[in-house]
């Protein structure tokens, strides 16, 4: 799969198609480790489940998601502003009016950004829930789902865990497509089950 990223990206930016290409990757690679790796209570939590056969990948996954997502897969704080993290109380069907814990707007100046404090599992659980009921946003420099008006950050959008708010990851898409090679890389470290290696 990273073969396939660092080959077709640059075929897909020539097209202007780089956001659908990158939603397209992002599905099966987050989507098929996530899911066939979840317990429940301590067995697997599916009926197509990796658990038994991918142990190795299975303890470090569990492991990373304890740890921060920044120094993850960020590295450098420099590049934390391509990334926010927060929560929307309100109209979550329009984005213009999205307004953060502080009224802003979170892609606004002084918005509030928690994507420094946030775990692994936070943020890939947000990914992954967004991914899999389709609240995926396009978002031009201003914040604003427009037609005609060029994308330049992705918004993935889950729920609150059992509260009112909205959990909402904002990313610029290079930086997402660059988390993709990321998180490829990773887990390309462990010896995982031929059904996900053909996702990975």
Not at 75 to 90: M, S
Request: glycine share 4%; proline share 5%.
């Amino acid at each position: 799969m990273r073969r396939l990223l660092d080959a077709m990206y640059p075929v897909a930016h020539e097209e202007d198609l780089t956001t659908s290409f990158t939603l397209m990757v992002a599905m099966p690679l987050l989507m098929i480790p996530l899911e066939r790796t979840a317990t429940k209570g301590g067995d697997p939590a599916n009926a197509i489940s990796d658990v038994d056969t991918a142990q190795p990948l299975v303890r470090a996954l569990r492991q990373l998601k304890r740890g921060l997502f920044w120094e993850a897969f960020l590295r450098d704080p420099n590049l934390l502003h391509r990334w926010r993290f927060t929560e929307i109380a309100r109209r979550i069907d329009h984005p213009s009016q999205w307004r953060d814990s502080l009224d802003r707007h979170p892609m606004r100046p002084g918005a509030r950004n928690d994507i420094k404090e946030q775990t692994v599992d936070n943020v890939l659980m947000t990914l992954r829930h967004a991914l899999a009921h389709g609240n995926v946003v396009y978002l031009n420099e201003e914040g604003d789902e427009t037609p005609g008006r060029r994308v330049t950050h992705m918004a993935f959008v889950a729920d609150g865990r059992g509260t009112d708010a909205y959990r909402v990851v904002i990313v610029e898409e290079l930086a997402f497509v660059e988390f993709l090679k990321a998180w490829v890389d990773w887990l390309s470290r462990y010896n995982i089950d031929s059904s996900m290696r053909r996702a990975a």
